[in-house]
């Protein structure tokens, strides 16, 4: 017997998306659409990201990723390379350097999502004041780090990486901390790594996730 899905929203000029709630538990609501300021922050405040450029897709996974800013949890190991590697974190200081490091090849990675369409349009969303990084340097040289949307108190956390062990690790715990101390209530990572894991991250319902990103967005947070 088969099942009825429901068939993903096809996106044209107008600005809206449909209720991510209609979308099945993988998460593709729409297809189409374009990568505007306008469009990408409307997606966010409505609980939705875009994944892929070519086609553009919007999704909205059922369960959603999320850190909770008091269980965090950072591994004895990762406590020690802290103390003992001289890294230096800085803020907003390279974060297309920081998108393109993200988009470079990896170990295990040969391709990203993180196409120069993304790297485009979230650059200008840094421009207008929406889009921030974390850098990790050593002797000098950026090792790692992480970019996100920031929206009230809520954080949507995109992609990290590292050129250095642990650089990564070390900007989402940096990230983490510095939110927390802001007053942000709502860390989005959408779908679950072996990373997030690791720190702390889990699951909860999409239903849920609307309803605290709905107040999380209502916050006065400055990054």
């Known amino acids: 017997m088969r099942t009825w899905r429901p068939l993903p929203t096809l996106l044209g000029e107008r600005l809206w998306f449909p209720d991510p709630r209609t979308a099945p538990p993988e998460g593709l609501v729409a297809i189409g659409g374009d990568f505007s300021p306008q469009r990408l922050l409307l ?7 875009p994944w892929t450029d070519n086609p553009i897709t919007w999704w909205s996974p059922d369960p959603r990723g999320i850190f909770e800013f008091d269980r965090v949890h950072v591994p004895r190991s990762l406590r020690k390379v802290m103390r003992q590697v001289p890294f230096q974190l800085t803020h907003d200081r390279a974060f297309r350097q920081v998108m393109e490091g993200c988009a470079a090849p990896a170990p295990g990675r040969e391709e990203s999502w993180v196409t120069p369409a ?3 349009a979230y650059t200008t969303l840094h421009r207008l004041g929406y889009a921030h990084s974390v850098e990790v340097w050593l002797d000098g040289q950026l090792v790692g780090g992480i970019y996100g ?3 009230g108190g809520f954080f949507a956390g995109e992609s990290m990486f590292h050129r250095v062990s642990n650089a990564s690790k070390v900007a989402l715990v940096h990230l983490l901390e510095h939110l927390r101390q802001q007053g942000y209530v709502l860390f989005d990572t ?7 894991r690791l720190l702390g991250a889990t ?3 999409r239903d849920e996730y609307l309803r605290r990103l709905a107040a999380a967005l209502e916050k006065d947070c400055r990054f």
Not at 43 to 49: K, L, P
Not at 190 to 196: A, D
């Open 149 to 151: 949307v920031a929206l």
């Open 190 to 196: 959408q779908m679950l790594t072996p990373v997030t």
């Open 203 to 205: 699951e909860i319902p």
């Open 118 to 120: 993304f790297i485009q």
């Open 43 to 49: 997606a966010y405040r409505s609980g939705i990201f």
